[in-house]
């Protein structure tokens, strides 16, 4: 099985080489076929882009892209469309996650950037949406727009499928013209998001294109980052700084590194009849494409003065694991990801025989690990559903574990009483968590949320003043003035 992925606007008759990339899973292989373009390719793809993006997305109100965005997702989530059989078919493929997981979870991302979410998606950020198509009067006197980059160059991550959907879509609703780079990950999605808006919107053709190349090309990136006005980059930090090295410093560079999210229960949440329910939330924030993304949880704060203790938490979340093993299974794991789980494992249990508090739950084949212990570090696990239990009294307690971390932070899953949630996130924000969320949604961010504390659109745009002095002089040179 082979599927041609990415798009390209039209650049003439030339041949565009492709790359060959090939995924293997429970038996099944498929073939995908990147385009690869040269240097001079990419300039004049870069130049039809930020053209089209001057004469067509600048000319449109945000209204029309809103709609025209809705259509397409309307398609994707139609699941007897083609592209949605062939996201069923293939990504499970690629990625190597549970067939129902895929589908579950590319609708609940899905939803987030239809036409009502998208509208709250801009007012989140701009407060007033029509800054993006006309100059809006100021309170202080004076007028202001809000004006996106000619082009936006994206380089995506593959860890989680679709993701690269949320700096796509933003690009878009700032009326610039995009153009992708997909990881070797996870190829596919943002292409067929680009087929499909075409076939919608056809006067968006030469708006945007999705492109190959391997991650770490210097010499290509080097003169592929001197196009884009601005660079949005997602990957482990170290590729990031080596990425900025190769950016101009006249291109502004929006980087997104490894972030770490954690969840913490209070004691209102683990009374006999409410506990259970709570570990299924925290077991699914895990199992979740097995804590892949930034926001997926390593550690659960458990506070004790419950009915169910910590310690009895972390068996109910073990029993929880187990549970939606047999429904989501985990992915196969590769050889260093195996090699990571069994030492991170094996580590944990040699030092729970010093340890009389520590205690491993689940044996190498249950494809899961819960550790409970009193007083750990907040350290990450290995992930692939690989999780800490720790227990603690109050909320002060945990903060200086955290705060040397402040930079790696980024969400919190709360299971509280509403008093302790807004405690809780005021002292959580204060050391460094950029978004508090309820469990079992913390792999879910609503639309528009200010990805690791930052906009999604104000870091795009720059923002256009006519003071009013201008306006107020200008009168001076009306044709009805005597």
């Not at 082979?2 to 008759?13: A, H, M, S």
């Not at 004469?55 to 259509?71: C, G, Y």
């Not at 980052?225 to 560079?253: A, C, K, Q």
């Not at 009013?468 to 002089?473: D, K, P, V, Y």
Request: glycine letters at 6%; aromatic letters at 10%; a negative charge.
């Amino acid at each position: 099985m082979r599927e041609k992925v990415g798009y390209l606007p039209d650049i003439g008759e030339e041949a565009v080489a492709s790359k060959i990339l090939t995924f293997t899973n429970k038996g099944e292989t498929l073939e995908v076929e990147a385009p690869l373009l040269t240097i001079e390719q990419m300039q004049r793809v870069s130049e039809k882009v930020k053209q089209a993006s001057t004469e067509v997305l600048k000319n449109m109100s945000i209204i029309e892209i809103i709609s025209i965005i809705d259509t397409a997702i309307e398609v994707l989530l139609d699941r007897n469309s083609t592209y949605r059989k062939k996201a069923e078919r293939m990504l499970p493929i690629v990625t190597g996650y549970d067939e129902e997981m895929i589908r579950l979870g590319l609708t609940s991302f899905l939803k987030k950037f239809r036409k009502h979410e998208l509208q709250r998606f801009v007012v989140d950020d701009l407060g007033n949406p029509l800054l993006l198509d006309d100059f809006q009067p100021r309170v202080k006197r004076g007028f202001s727009k809000a004006v996106g980059p000619e082009l936006i160059l994206h380089v995506w991550a593959g860890n989680v499928p679709a993701l690269p959907l949320w700096s796509l879509i933003s690009g878009l609703l700032v009326k610039s013209g995009n153009i992708g780079k997909v990881s070797s990950a996870e190829p596919l999605f943002a292409g067929w998001f680009a087929q499909v808006l075409v076939e919608v919107a056809p006067q968006l053709k030469d708006c945007l294109a999705v492109v190959w190349w391997k991650g770490g090309d210097e010499e290509r990136e080097k003169e592929f980052f001197t196009y884009p006005d601005v660079v949005v980059g997602y990957g482990s930090n170290t590729s990031l700084e080596s990425m900025s090295h190769r950016i101009p410093v006249t291109t502004r560079f929006l980087p997104f590194g490894h972030k770490v999210s954690f969840g913490v229960i209070g004691s209102s949440a683990l009374d006999s009849r409410k506990a259970l329910t709570t570990a299924h939330h925290a077991a699914f924030d895990m199992i979740q494409f097995d804590q892949q993304g930034c926001y997926s949880p390593h550690i659960f704060y458990v506070q004790n003065g419950g009915n169910v203790s910590p310690e009895e938490f972390a068996q109910y979340l073990a029993q929880e694991l187990e549970s939606y093993q047999k429904r989501y299974p985990r992915r196969i794991l590769t050889l260093e990801e195996m090699t990571a789980s069994i030492h991170w494992r094996n580590q944990e249990e040699v030092s729970s025989f010093t340890n009389t508090t520590k205690q491993v739950f689940g044996q190498t084949d249950n494809h899961w690990t819960v550790v409970y212990e009193e007083g750990a570090a907040f350290t990450p696990t290995c992930s692939n559903r690989s999780v800490k239990v720790i227990a603690f009294d109050n909320i002060e307690d945990i903060l200086p574990n955290i705060q040397p971390y402040r930079k790696f932070l980024q969400s919190a899953g709360v299971a509280a009483a509403p008093k302790e949630l807004f405690q809780w996130a005021e002292k959580l924000g204060n050391v460094g968590v950029t978004r508090i969320t309820a469990l079992g949604k913390m792999t879910s961010p609503e639309s528009g949320w200010h990805h690791d504390g930052r906009f999604n659109l104000l870091d795009f745009v720059q923002m256009v003043d006519i003071e009013h002095s201008a306006e107020e002089f200008a009168e001076n040179f009306a044709a009805y003035i005597d």
